[in-house]
Structures are given as structure tokens and as C-alpha cells.
């Protein structure tokens, strides 16, 4: 698969090393090629900090017909989950990536820990949990698109517990009963 990450900060650099180990095609993009690596890409991750996010999806350019992975999280008063998918419309936005710890990315356990998705194309959110299995984590359906409110939530309070409590970065793993 042909993957183009828009940031290539610690999130898009560690997922585009376990994507590349994988086997799939990864472009990261600097300023100056975000329109050339959305233009080649089937598959574009959205790593930016969210305030970027408006400017960053307008240099992409058309974009419709691809699918955009929303690894954002809104904790500086930048667009929501909700606002990132409208300014894309002709893509199939997912929310993934934005609940675990860079660094994981980049090392995964050993056993796969859980990572929550959502979003509302069916065949979209296929490709992302494979990207997910790909980078070594377990991918659980978290709903439609409007759930990434919810994911956003989640991601404030893993931060939290992580920094406010001082329990530093960890992975988490739901199972079933």
C-alpha cells in the first residue's frame, strides 16, 4: 500500500518505520511536498498538531477518494475530530493512532496491546485495522465517526493518567470475558 504521512514528527516517524517494516510504500512529507505526497498516496496519515490541521489538509489538495487517518488530538484548541473529517469531505475519514504513546509505535510489546478506531466507511476502516495489526497493535472497532469525540476523551485521559499522575507513557489491552 502507498502511505503518505502528512508530519513526520515522533507519531508519523515511528509509524512510518513499522509501516515500512511491513512492507508497505511511505512517503513522509516535508512543508514544501504535502500536495505531491497526497497526490501519490492511497492511504494518507493526518500527524500534525491539530491547530496545522486546517492549513495542512488545504495544501494537500483533492483528496477525495482516499482514505484519512486522524491522528490528531485536540488539546490546544485546535478542530475536533468532527472539523478535521469536514474539511476533507471526498476522503474516508477514520480516528485512529491518537490514543497510545508515540514510542509504541515505534516498539510494540510483545503481546499486541489495543488500539480504538472509528469512523463510518466500512472498507476505509478495513485498510485502517490493518495498518493497525501492521504496526503491531490489536485494533478495536470503537463505532462510527462519532465516536472520535470519544477517542479524543479517551486520549486526554491516558495523558492524563500518564503525565498529571506521573505514571509516564503505557500501552493499554481490553479482552473480552
Excluded at 497526490?39 to 489538495?61: F, K, Q, R, Y
Excluded at 485512529?96 to 504513546?101: L, Y
Excluded at 508515540?102 to 485495522?129: E, M, R, S, W
Amino acid at each position: 500500500m502507498n502511505i503518505g504521512i502528512l508530519g513526520g514528527g515522533r507519531v508519523g516517524g515511528a509509524l512510518a518505520q513499522s509501516w515500512k517494516n511491513a512492507g508497505h510504500d511511505v512517503t513522509i512529507s516535508t512543508r514544501e511536498t504535502i500536495l505531491e505526497t497526497a497526490a501519490s498516496a492511497d492511504v494518507l496519515l493526518l500527524a500534525v498538531p491539530c491547530t496545522a490541521a486546517a492549513e495542512v489538509i488545504a495544501a494537500a489538495g483533492d483528496i477525495d477518494g482516499k482514505v484519512l487517518i486522524d491522528a490528531t488530538n485536540n488539546l490546544s484548541g485546535g478542530p475536533d475530530g468532527a472539523e478535521i473529517a469536514a474539511m476533507a469531505p471526498g476522503a474516508d475519514t477514520v480516528k485512529a493512532f491518537n490514543t497510545v504513546f508515540a514510542q509504541f509505535f515505534a516498539h510494540p510489546p510483545a503481546t499486541a496491546p489495543t488500539l480504538v478506531f472509528a469512523g463510518d466507511d466500512q472498507a476505509a476502516k478495513d485498510t485502517v485495522a490493518g495498518l493497525i495489526r501492521d504496526a503491531g497493535f490489536d485494533p478495536l472497532d470503537a463505532g462510527g465517526h462519532v465516536e472520535a469525540t470519544d477517542l479524543e476523551a479517551f486520549a486526554r485521559l491516558v495523558i492524563g493518567i500518564a503525565y498529571r499522575q506521573g505514571k509516564g507513557p503505557f500501552v493499554y489491552r481490553f479482552e473480552a470475558s
